[in-house]
């Protein structure tokens, strides 16, 4: 993808933007292989347009990059936070360990964020969390001990087998009151895998829609524990220490479409929207 001139969704600055990766470098590296045979639809903000995108012409997932961040924020502001994530990650992706400790389930719980305000874009619908709340995340930036995850926003983690590497799906919700009433998203859950791992994040962006969600984490929570998941955030439940069974290509697909009619059946009022 070219780059174009446009909106930094993080610093908000009106900058040239250079074509963010979906999956970081490092992550790109960690697999010799990319999935073939897929191809994805992305949202180029700049211009406002959606292209369809052969990602095997592209050379797999690894190379599927949207064009949201400046220079910048993709490679100075988010280089910490990529390496730390990396640091925790890499043990457990080499199977050496499985486990995280509180501080670095926190440190897991900022970057899933930033996966997830990036992955939003990789498609035509209007994004959930809005230029306002990216604008925060941004300056909530000090140090990486000091960067807040996104308010609400869980995020699980489970030991994946599958071949279906560099995945990455998004569903916007809208919690509301008034059925008919659907301009704009207020609730994510976004499912991706690499490597042996495969994570799921979901939370509403706005503090009452978060209260109206609890029946439907509670639900979710017992589900993706049933299927061997563990919680990385907010980091109530103890870590467990071994690793779980393996969740599977079928797993794969049909968690994000699982999770999606959890929250639905629990929280009556809510509205799927179109995405991809
Ligand atoms: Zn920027």
């Given at each position: 993808m070219p780059n174009e001139s446009g909106t930094c969704v993080l610093c908000g600055e009106r900058r040239l933007l250079t074509g963010e990766h979906i999956f970081a470098a490092w992550i790109g590296r960690l697999s010799a292989h990319a999935e073939p045979n897929t191809t994805a639809l992305i949202f180029s903000?700049?211009?406002?347009?959606?292209?369809?995108?052969?990602?095997?012409?592209?050379?797999?997932h690894k190379n599927n990059t949207v064009n949201v961040l400046c220079e910048s924020c993709n490679s100075e502001w988010s280089s910490d936070i990529q390496q730390a994530t990396r640091n925790i990650l890499k043990p457990i992706l080499d199977r050496k360990v499985w486990f995280i400790s509180l501080l670095?389930?926190?440190?897991?719980?900022?970057?899933?964020?930033?996966?997830?305000?990036?992955r939003q874009y990789a498609h035509g619908a209007i994004p959930v969390i809005s230029a306002e709340k990216m604008k925060v995340f941004y300056n909530s930036k000090a140090k990486i001990d000091k960067l807040e995850p996104f308010k609400?926003?869980?995020?699980?983690?489970?030991?994946?087998?599958?071949?279906?590497?560099?995945?990455?799906?998004f569903a916007a919700l809208r919690l509301a009151e008034e059925v008919h009433y659907e301009d704009q998203p207020n609730t994510y859950i976004c499912t991706f895998a690499f490597g042996n791992l495969?994570?799921?994040?979901?939370?509403?962006v706005e503090s009452a829609k978060n209260d109206q969600l609890i029946p439907g984490t509670i639900l979710l929570q017992q589900f993706l524990?049933?299927?061997?998941?563990?919680?990385?955030?907010?980091?109530?439940?103890?870590?467990q220490e071994?690793?779980?069974?393996?969740?599977?290509?079928?797993?794969?697909?049909?968690?994000?479409?699982?999770?999606?009619?959890?929250?639905?059946?629990?929280?009556?009022?809510?509205?799927?929207?179109p995405n991809w």
């Open positions: 903000r700049g211009v406002r347009k959606i292209e369809v995108v052969d990602l095997s012409k592209r050379g797999g670095e389930r926190k440190v897991i719980a900022v970057w899933a964020s930033l996966f997830v305000g990036i609400g926003i869980n995020v699980w983690m489970g030991s994946f087998d599958g071949d279906h590497e560099f995945s990455a799906r495969i994570f799921i994040t979901w939370g509403s524990r049933s299927m061997g998941m563990c919680e990385i955030w907010p980091g109530k439940v103890p870590f071994n690793r779980p069974e393996s969740l599977t290509d079928d797993d794969l697909i049909s968690l994000l479409d699982a999770a999606v009619r959890v929250i639905e059946h629990a929280v009556a009022d809510s509205i799927r929207l």
